[in-house]
């Protein structure tokens, strides 16, 4: 176990950022913190680090019990969202100075920092700029040396706090797989935070949902996705219709319904289906709305003919194009998959 | 992508996290050496003030402002504000309104100007309104008695005299006061843009309306502040207006200037009897300017979230 | 490793603070009303108590000869009054920058009890009356002062007993310290007010990195930290010492106005203006003000270097 958090409880003032987390984080593994502003999780990524001091709990690095080490003794890099290079240095000098700040009986010399330095640059393709300024250099290029910065002293872990969050949504895409390529050459632990959940979904090992202080589900990508656990989870990463039963010609899953009946339905819109009301096939009369077609798929919103309740359905293009329905028309919508969940939340 | 914080205020607002803390001992060593460093320097002088004027009792100290040309003295001090003050004030907003809502070549150079005074000595503030008013001065041969040509004799008629009189005094009051209002308005009326102003427009309002009723609102915390600054500088200024007074006793002596008076007489409790109500007047301009930063600064935040 | 298609940001500077917003140019002047007579009456003012005054200095010294003009800034007593403001004015400068450093440093990052009160009083340089500060001064360094009753003799006993510093003075107040001491006074505020807005804005993320990077508290204050810091600190230098060259009011009263020791410029044209040397006093203002140009368009040139350098 690379990284192990236990219990870990948190108070800003009277605001309770984190509430007996536990996180553990596999060696090799690349790991997201996936939540909203305010979940908690760069708290628990900064307690990792040792920039915050837990109010209780305990972190384990690589076996080690680091919850009194200060922060310089653990041997985690941390890359920050805004970078925070030291802009009067060179990128050569910034990348260098978590090795020129060690004693001089544990520093290299100067030609093996150079020599480090060189290679890092090579690493993450910036070997021409070692002489620039940060304030020379584009967002994509500083968040890059900033990563090159906190791997010259061959840290344990792997920290970044929402990399990628000040970068343009291009940029975003292609640095972000560029840093899943990044970690399977190297094979450093890392855990990254985002609020960003396509970014978490695309390239995480292992994706740890969190909201409001508390973990809600760990699992990979493909896991919380299709079988989230709770509401929350379901909302988060992508769109949710949540339904008001009886449904005609439906019978919820039993398989997370509560005893006492107090749950509710949740299905994706690309798991309902639309048919013609002459098809014959069974299911809940309704009417198109409206239609957006422009894009990869049509989404359609349909009211509900019973309550009124409006429905967000997805559909390919093929199939948006085999349907041909307008707005106004009386169609059946029919339920491919859905989820019954324990309700505590509302929206 | 603006640079919002990454923890939100609630987090921000308790202590630091630990790696920007430093030890313990280094942070009372630092605080308790910054405070003796204040006491020493900054408050046993003004304590010094208030003490040296209260030495023969607090008849003394009363009895240098009944003295006649110490009332003379307050008078000037009061009428040098009364016309610099409002004056500067004009001009600071003409300025400002000049500079901030529109754009034209120079406007460096006018800032320049604008910012000249500080850079000036006291002395030579004083010393360039003799030069141009004095007796031996460009208009100083105008003024005179003798050879007078018509200004010369319309002022002789009149009896006016500019230097070692009262107007050279507001003269060189309103030299060194004047950039305080308008260094005020400018970087806040450039700060809040000109957008509210074209709404008016375009809503039917004439220029001063648009003025009284939308600019003048937005910028009135500001202006408040330029005219504590002002009216601190013009009763204090000693400098500038040594050169051009003449010492006369009882005409054209302002506080301070009797207060060096008094003090070259060796008439050291009635002179710092004098200089601690000047204190005074600092004093109340420092919590003036205090109250004007902590609702100031939280209007001038809104006005820069809200552009 | 494949390449990273990465496109440089068309302004790597993207968080600036709100600058000068752009008026758009040639509508501006149609659109709002005003502009005449705003910027008329800016110029009319500016020239009749700025620029005519100004003038007349400069044209006065015109009609010295070249000869006269030398003679007048350039003799022995006036070299020497120079020397004294220009030196002094350095070692104020120089003590503000140090603990007006201190200053803002524990006012910034330090919440004491009263630290407001401690703010709003740094400004008291600025606010008190400069007579008022002189014989302030005066009478807390005078021999028979509070502070001046033990300062000075340690004074006499330590430095006045060095024999190759008697330069430095031999007393306190009525000498060559005394002078310093009032011009640090009037110059403090500089250097803590252009410090202190630069401290805030310091993010503590640079300090974190510098931290998790395994430097110790004092390399993390030194190598990261006090960079940062160095054009505000210059700039607030260069502040205090323009200031400090100007001063009157302050230092006339505890500096005993000798010439070759405690004369300083504008003492010295005072009393060339007393003894009617109009012509002297002129020269020597317009020299003051050349110098005083200098130093205020080398703190200009500075912030503008420091912005377009440490700007991310």
């Known amino acids: 176990m690379s990284v192990l958090a236990t219990n870990i409880t948190k108070h800003f003032g009277s605001f309770r950022a984190l509430d007996n987390v536990s996180l553990e984080v596999g060696a090799g593994k690349l790991v997201a913190l996936l939540g909203p502003s305010g979940s908690g999780k760069t708290t628990l990524l900064r307690i990792i680090a040792g920039l915050e001091h837990a109010d209780a709990g305990a ?43 060690r004693r001089r009986a544990e520093r290299p010399s100067k030609s093996e920092i150079a020599d480090r330095v060189h290679s890092l640059l090579k690493l993450v393709q910036l070997e021409e700029f070692g002489g620039r300024f940060p304030s020379q250099l584009s967002g994509g290029q500083r968040q890059r040396i900033a990563l090159a910065r906190a791997l010259a002293v061959e840290p344990k872990v792997l920290l970044l706090d929402e990399p990628f969050g000040a970068l343009d949504a291009r940029v975003r895409k292609d640095l972000r797989r560029w840093l899943r390529r990044f970690h399977d050459e190297i094979g450093l632990t890392t855990v990254f935070v985002t609020h960003d959940q396509e970014e978490a979904l695309e ?60 749950y509710a339905v949740f299905v994706r819109p690309h798991d309902l289906e639309i048919v013609r009301s002459r098809s014959g096939l069974g299911g809940e009369p309704g009417t198109v709305v409206s239609v957006h077609a422009a894009g990869a798929s049509a989404n359609l919103t349909c009211e509900r003919a019973s309550d009124g309740e409006h429905i967000e359905v997805e559909l390919s293009r093929a199939e948006f194009d085999l349907l041909q329905v307008r707005p106004g028309d009386a169609i059946t919508l029919r339920i491919r998959h859905s989820r019954a969940l324990r309700e505590e939340y509302v929206i | 992508m603006s640079a919002a914080p990454s923890r939100t205020l609630a987090q921000r607002s308790t202590a630091a996290p630990r790696a920007t803390h430093d030890p313990l001992w280094a942070r009372i060593a630092l605080t308790l050496v910054a405070l003796l460093f204040v006491a020493f320097f900054l408050v046993l002088p003004l304590a010094a003030v208030f003490t040296e004027g209260l030495r023969r009792g607090l008849g003394a100290y009363l009895a240098a402002f009944a003295e006649a040309d110490a009332l003379a003295a307050l008078r000037l001090t009061l009428i040098a504000a009364a016309i610099s003050v409002p004056a500067n004030l004009v001009f600071g907003i003409a300025a400002a309104w000049a500079i901030a809502k529109f754009d034209f070549p120079g406007k460096s150079v006018l800032l320049t100007l604008i910012d000249l005074p500080f850079a000036v000595s006291p002395v030579i503030s004083g010393l360039i309104y003799v030069l141009l008013f004095g007796l031996q001065g460009w208009f100083g041969p105008y003024l005179a008695a003798g050879e007078h040509p018509w200004l010369g004799a319309w002022l002789n008629a009149r009896d006016i005299q500019i230097i070692f009189a009262v107007p050279g005094i507001v003269l060189a009051t309103i030299f060194v006061t004047f950039p305080f209002v308008a260094r005020e308005l400018i970087p806040l009326m450039q700060a809040q843009g000109t957008d509210e102003e074209y709404a008016a427009i375009t809503l039917g309002a004439s220029g001063w309306q648009t003025f009284r ?13 330029g005219v504590i600054l002002c009216n601190a500088r013009a009763m204090g200024e000693f400098g500038a207006v040594s050169v051009v007074s003449g ?9 301070p200037l009797h207060v060096e008076i008094l003090y070259n007489e060796y008439n050291f409790v009635a002179a710092f009897a004098v200089a601690s109500l000047l204190a005074l007047l ?19 935040a809104a006005a820069q979230t809200e552009a | 490793m494949p390449p990273v298609s990465d496109t440089p940001d068309t302004d790597p500077r993207v968080d600036l603070e709100i600058r000068d917003k752009p008026v758009p140019r040639g509508s501006g002047r149609s659109v709002l009303p005003g502009f005449g007579l705003s910027l008329g009456y800016t110029i009319f003012y500016l020239g009749l108590i700025v620029l005519i005054p100004l003038s007349a200095a400069f044209l006065k010294t015109f009609g010295m000869t070249w000869a006269e003009f030398t003679a007048a ?33 524990v006012l910034v990052r330090y919440p004491f009890p009263g630290r407001r009160v401690v703010d709003a009083l740094v400004d008291l340089p600025f606010a008190l009356p400069t007579a008022v500060a002189g014989i302030a001064l005066t009478a807390l360094y005078a021999k028979n002062g509070w502070i001046g009753s033990w300062l000075e003799p340690l004074w006499v006993k330590t430095i006045g007993a060095l024999p190759g510093l008697s330069w430095l003075g031999a007393k306190i107040a009525y000498d060559r310290p005394g002078v310093v001491l009032a011009l640090t006074f009037i110059g403090l505020p500089f250097v803590v007010r252009t410090l202190q807005p630069v401290l805030e804005e310091l993010e503590p993320e640079l300090e974190e990195a ?16 006090l960079p940062e810091l160095a054009p505000a600190l210059l700039t607030g230098f260069a502040l205090s010492f323009a200031r400090a060259l100007g001063e009157y009011g302050s230092v006339v009263f505890i500096s005993g106005n000798m010439p070759n020791r405690t004369e300083i410029v504008p003492l010295l044209i005072i009393t060339k203006l007393e003894q009617y040397d109009y012509r002297g006093a002129t020269a020597l203002a317009v020299v003051m003000l050349v110098g005083s140009f200098a130093v205020l368009l080398g703190i200009n040139l500075l912030q503008k270097w420091s912005r377009r350098h440490h700007r991310i």
């Not at chain 1, 919850?67 to 050569?92: E, S």
């Open chain 3, 73 to 105: 800034v350039f003799s022995e007593r006036v070299l020497a009054a120079y020397r004294v403001s220009f030196g002094a004015s350095l070692v104020a400068a120089a003590l503000n920058a140090t603990f007006g450093l201190l200053l803002a440093w």
């Open chain 1, 59 to 101: 972190v384990a690095l690589h076996g080690e019990d680091v919850t009194r080490t200060p922060a310089g003794k653990r041997r985690v890099g941390f890359v920050f969202q805004h970078y925070a290079l030291f802009r009067h240095m060179t990128v050569n000098e910034n990348v260098a100075f978590g090795l020129t700040v």
């Open chain 2, 213 to 225: 009723r939308v600019t003048l609102p937005n910028i009135k915390w500001g202006l408040f502040y």
């Open chain 1, 203 to 262: 390239i995480a090992d292992e994706v740890v949902v969190m909201n409001n202080a508390r973990v809600e589900q760990v699992g990979t990508p493909q896991v919380v996705y299709d079988r989230p656990a709770t509401p929350f989870v379901y909302q988060f990463l992508g769109n949710v219709n949540r339904l008001n039963l009886p449904w005609h010609g439906y019978v919820p899953e039993t398989a997370l319904a509560a005893p006492d009946g107090e």
């Open chain 2, 247 to 255: 010492h006369i006793r009882g005409e054209t002596n302002t506080l």
């Open chain 2, 282 to 300: 600092a004093l109340a301009t420092l919590v003036l300017k205090s109250l004007v930063e902590w609702r100031y600064s939280r209007a001038l």
């Open chain 3, 210 to 225: 510098s931290a998790t990077l395994g430097a110790s508290r004092w390399q993390t204050i030194t190598r990261v930290l």
